[in-house]
């Protein structure tokens, strides 16, 4: 049974749905581009220094390497800030849409994270001016030829299916569904904080004593107990009645001399 005292948690649009299975597949596609350019890096590394021994450019060869490195870290955290953020985008945060939107417009920017370690794996050419250092044409030509025949198909494709994944996903954020379901909803009713004090009643007040007037703007004393809410007020200025007797008291002698006018006097 829901509690009515929760917002009102609008259903996940597929919009945002669509939008985390194409996020988690942007970041299996990063991995597997990852694992394809590690398991080429031995081959690369060989094809430079094989082009650059014997030249001015010995040596530089492991700046490929280091390269090819840094590029598989910066994909490993994309694609796992990406999976975080598709687990928090399924839960309605809007600091996390307004994240992918930024972390995705860098990647497109930059046309992949993938896409941008290919190029520079495969390109990577050291131009010194000097006539012994072979050039760009030759360097590419060495690579395609150790590189197995499928690394530059399959990289390829890697690459555009990340781009499209990642360009849908964030036009899939910024539709209408998706801003209805990231907005705030407002609470049906808050519940009280635990210890605030509850609005109290007035004050009672003593009732005043006999013969007394009550102060001004006072509220005028409860009935007693057994009394009859009906009964009329006292008027102002009329002698209060005796008490009866109590039973078995005597009667006072004037009071005997007044009921019994035959009796004789001096008794």
């Given at each position: 049974?829901a509690?009515?005292t929760?917002?009102?948690?609008?259903?996940?649009?597929?919009t945002?749905n669509?939008?985390s299975?194409l996020l988690?597949l942007?970041?299996?596609l990063?991995v597997?581009g990852v694992i394809i350019?590690?398991?080429?890096?031995?081959?690369?590394s060989?094809v430079y220094?094989?082009?650059y021994?014997?030249t001015?450019?010995?040596?530089?060869e492991?700046f490929?390497t280091?390269?090819s490195?840094?590029?598989?870290?910066?994909?490993l955290?994309f694609a796992?800030a990406f999976?975080?953020?598709?687990?928090f985008?399924?839960?309605?945060?809007?600091a996390?849409?307004?994240v992918?939107?930024v972390?995705?417009?860098?990647?497109?920017?930059?046309s992949?994270?993938?896409?941008?370690?290919?190029?520079?794996?495969?390109?990577?050419?050291?131009d010194?001016?000097?006539?012994d250092?072979?050039?760009a044409?030759e360097?590419q030509?060495r690579?395609?030829?150790?590189?197995?025949?499928w690394y530059?198909?399959?990289?390829i494709t890697?690459?555009v299916?990340s781009l499209l994944?990642?360009?849908?996903?964030?036009?899939?954020?910024?539709l209408?569904p998706s801003n209805?379901?990231?907005r705030k909803?407002?609470?049906l009713?808050?519940p009280?904080?635990?210890?605030?004090a509850?609005?109290?009643?007035?004050?009672?007040?003593?009732a005043p004593?006999p013969?007394?007037?009550?102060?001004?703007g006072?509220?005028?004393a409860?009935?007693?107990?057994?009394?009859?809410?009906?009964a009329p007020?006292?008027?102002?200025?009329?002698?209060?009645?005796?008490?009866?007797?109590?039973?078995?008291?005597?009667?006072?002698p004037?009071?005997?001399?007044?009921?019994?006018?035959?009796?004789?006097?001096?008794?």
């Amino acid at each position: 049974m829901a509690d009515p005292t929760s917002p009102a948690v609008p259903a996940r649009p597929a919009t945002v749905n669509i939008s985390s299975y194409l996020l988690y597949l942007y970041a299996a596609l990063g991995v597997i581009g990852v694992i394809i350019g590690l398991s080429v890096i031995g081959t690369t590394s060989d094809v430079y220094r094989e082009a650059y021994e014997g030249t001015s450019a010995e040596g530089t060869e492991g700046f490929v390497t280091v390269t090819s490195i840094v590029v598989a870290v910066i994909s490993l955290l994309f694609a796992a800030a990406f999976v975080v953020l598709a687990i928090f985008n399924n839960r309605g945060k809007n600091a996390s849409r307004i994240v992918t939107w930024v972390l995705g417009g860098v990647s497109l920017c930059c046309s992949g994270v993938s896409l941008a370690g290919s190029a520079l794996t495969n390109s990577m050419n050291f131009d010194t001016g000097d006539s012994d250092v072979p050039d760009a044409a030759e360097i590419q030509r060495r690579l395609e030829d150790a590189l197995p025949s499928w690394y530059t198909p399959v990289s390829i494709t890697v690459a555009v299916l990340s781009l499209l994944a990642l360009l849908v996903a964030l036009i899939l954020l910024a539709l209408p569904p998706s801003n209805e379901f990231f907005r705030k909803p407002a609470p049906l009713w808050e519940p009280p904080v635990p210890g605030a004090a509850y609005p109290g009643y007035p004050p009672a007040t003593a009732a005043p004593a006999p013969g007394v007037p009550p102060a001004p703007g006072t509220p005028p004393a409860p009935p007693a107990p057994g009394a009859s809410p009906y009964a009329p007020p006292p008027v102002s200025g009329a002698p209060e009645a005796a008490p009866p007797p109590a039973a078995g008291a005597p009667e006072s002698p004037g009071e005997d001399k007044k009921d019994n006018p035959n009796s004789p006097p001096g008794q």
